[in-house]
Structure formats: structure tokens, C-alpha cells
């Protein structure tokens, strides 16, 4: 079994990254057909992979999923979809952008998971079987990629007043 302190981390970022998930891809949905489509193309489905990849290693851990944390989840992802559609501020552009920015700052949360779980691999045998170097350079890749996406939102939101998904 693993650690009480491993346990709690671990189901916080699982919470972060089951929301991740559903984020990229309801960025996804919303841009297909666009240049930020073909991003979220690439970068959604690795985030589930990501995401995936931290069950897995959960498993390996004996950690079991907090059922509170993952319901708070799926709250939290069902109130993101009202307040990034625009809906709340009447600016579709305003809401994307917030959706990139949260996304962008998700998988920054990710990176630090990744390179602190490097840098107490030693002391826990089972995470010797993540590729953590390659889940740590695809989140630096992801992150990248989303920061580029967010402030091209971010000019379309604050400055131009355009509603065209870009």
C-alpha cells in the first residue's frame, strides 16, 4: 500500500487530470476544423494518455481512487463546460480563452507531478517502471504547444473582439 501523503497527491492530480481530459477535449469539439482544432487533435488525446498513465501507475502503487475527489471532479468539469462556453459573460472568445488558460495551467500542474515523482522514484520501486523522462518531455511539448493556443486566444478575447476559433 502505498504512502498516506503519495495516496492524497497522487488523487489530487488524478482529479486535475480527469478534468485535463475533459477539458482538451471539449476544446477539441469546440475548435474542430481550425487551426486550434489541429492542436487539440495532438494535445487531447495525449492528455488522456497522460491521465492514463497515472491510473496505472496508481495501480502499480496499490493506490486506491478517492471516490469524494473524483466526484468533486466531475462537478467541477460539468460547472467548466457552462463558464467556458461563454455563456455566463456572453463572450464565446473570452470563454475559450479561459478554457485554454485552465488547460494550459493543468498540464504545468502535470510537469511538477511528473518531476517530483522523478525525484522520489528511488524510494518508491514501482514508479522505476514509468517512462517518467518521456511523460516529462511531452508535458514540456503539450505545454508549449497550449501556451501558443492561449495567447492567440488571448489577443482574439481582450483585443480583436472576434468570435472565430483560431
Known sequence: MADKELDTY???HLGGATLGSELARQIWDRA???PLGAVMARVAPEIEEDRQSLVDLMGRLGTSENPVKQATTWVAEKASRIKFSGVTSGEPDLGLFMALETLT???T???ALWTALEAVAADHPP???TDLE???ARARS???ALERARLAAARR???DGHSDVD
Request: avoid cysteine; charge should be negative.
Open 10 to 12: 497522487l488523487n489530487d
Open 32 to 34: 474542430e476544423g481550425t
Open 105 to 107: 495551467l493543468g498540464v
Open 109 to 111: 500542474g502535470k510537469l
Open 127 to 129: 514508479l522505476a517502471a
Open 134 to 136: 518521456t511523460l516529462i
Open 142 to 144: 503539450q505545454r508549449e
Open 157 to 159: 478575447a481582450l483585443v
